[in-house]
């Protein structure tokens, strides 16, 4: 990286010397030459010349390396990635296979833990996936139903035995990065369980083509809401957390062109509303 970075480095300053030098030899050929239809013909054959010379530079020491290098790196994830998916393929074949044969009900809950554990390893996998193809190519956008979305989602998190969630939808069609809306959402739900209690309600609302996420948990202030996108920062540092989620959730929302807004009153609660006008599909 350091190496591209040097060499672009020096790319960039050798063409906009060069250009001076160039600009300043046509002022002079011009001012002593004249005007005229010749002159100007072999003053852009010059142009011409210097572009295309440039942009060969560019192309074979510049562009040519970054796009060995995305190459080689989506060749080495997928090797990856496929290495990973065995393992989970054979633990969720497994589980299930004894399950069929086990009858003890305590071991059958612990084989449920373990097939839930591998559901979510495999989410995880699928977002690792999606995250280093998104850094590779760009992500190709899709329709899906929100409230769908939001049924699947709050059936993963009801899982963890916490929160209580309550839904209240209007069914949308929505036009997007659905992998990315995921991610944002899990993450949004994440949030609104950390910081509450677990015996209190979490509700999910749309309404005029806004989703609203709200909790009653701790809350911020005005002084922490000013912060609240910057990465790492957390509300509560002694909660469990890296403080990249909502940085990620702006991230996102701004490539989508969905404006978002945060309440919030300390020991009263968070709302978190995301405008999906722009991604609804008529």
């Given at each position: 990286m350091a190496g591209i970075k040097k060499r672009t480095?020096?790319?960039?300053?050798?063409?906009?010397?060069?250009?001076?030098?160039?600009?300043?030899?046509?002022?002079?050929?011009?001012?002593?030459?004249?005007?005229?239809?010749?002159?100007?013909?072999?003053?852009?054959?010059?142009?011409?010349?210097?572009?295309?010379?440039?942009?060969?530079?560019?192309a074979t020491h510049l562009l040519a390396p970054k796009i060995e290098l995305d190459e080689n790196l989506s060749q080495l994830s997928s090797e990856i990635l496929h290495e990973l998916n065995i393992p989970l393929s054979t633990i969720k074949a497994n589980t299930t296979l004894l399950k069929k044969r086990t009858e003890d009900e305590k071991?059958?809950?612990?084989?449920?833990?373990?097939?839930?554990?591998?559901?979510?390893?495999?989410?995880?996998?699928?977002?690792?996936?999606?995250?280093?193809?998104?850094?590779?190519?760009?992500?190709?956008?899709?329709?899906?139903?929100?409230?769908?979305?939001?049924?699947?989602?709050?059936?993963?998190?009801?899982?963890?035995?916490?929160?209580?969630?309550?839904?209240?939808?209007?069914?949308?069609?929505?036009?997007?990065?659905?992998?990315?809306?995921?991610?944002?959402?899990?993450?949004?739900?994440?949030?609104?369980?950390?910081?509450?209690?677990?015996?209190?309600?979490?509700d999910i609302t749309v309404q005029n083509n806004i989703l609203t996420i709200t909790d009653r948990g701790i809350g911020m202030d005005e002084t922490q809401l000013l912060k609240v996108y910057e990465r790492y920062y957390q509300a509560d540092s002694k909660l469990k957390g890296e403080g990249i989620g909502l940085a990620l959730v702006k991230t996102y929302c701004d490539e989508e062109a969905i404006d978002i807004d945060i309440k919030s009153k300390k020991e009263q609660g968070t709302s978190v509303s995301l405008n999906l006008h722009k991604l609804v599909v008529i």
């Amino acid at each position: 990286m350091a190496g591209i970075k040097k060499r672009t480095f020096f790319a960039t300053l050798g063409y906009f010397s060069s250009v001076i030098i160039f600009l300043s030899f046509i002022y002079w050929f011009l001012k002593n030459e004249g005007f005229s239809e010749s002159n100007f013909l072999i003053s852009s054959i010059m142009v011409l010349i210097l572009a295309a010379g440039w942009g060969y530079i560019i192309a074979t020491h510049l562009l040519a390396p970054k796009i060995e290098l995305d190459e080689n790196l989506s060749q080495l994830s997928s090797e990856i990635l496929h290495e990973l998916n065995i393992p989970l393929s054979t633990i969720k074949a497994n589980t299930t296979l004894l399950k069929k044969r086990t009858e003890d009900e305590k071991s059958i809950k612990r084989l449920e833990r373990i097939e839930a554990s591998s559901l979510r390893l495999e989410r995880l996998y699928k977002e690792l996936v999606y995250s280093i193809n998104k850094e590779i190519n760009p992500v190709e956008k899709e329709q899906f139903s929100l409230k769908n979305l939001l049924q699947e989602r709050i059936e993963v998190f009801e899982a963890f035995d916490r929160n209580s969630f309550s839904l209240i939808v209007e069914e949308l069609q929505l036009e997007a990065d659905k992998i990315g809306f995921e991610k944002t959402v899990d993450n949004l739900f994440m949030n609104a369980m950390k910081y509450s209690d677990k015996e209190s309600s979490i509700d999910i609302t749309v309404q005029n083509n806004i989703l609203t996420i709200t909790d009653r948990g701790i809350g911020m202030d005005e002084t922490q809401l000013l912060k609240v996108y910057e990465r790492y920062y957390q509300a509560d540092s002694k909660l469990k957390g890296e403080g990249i989620g909502l940085a990620l959730v702006k991230t996102y929302c701004d490539e989508e062109a969905i404006d978002i807004d945060i309440k919030s009153k300390k020991e009263q609660g968070t709302s978190v509303s995301l405008n999906l006008h722009k991604l609804v599909v008529i």
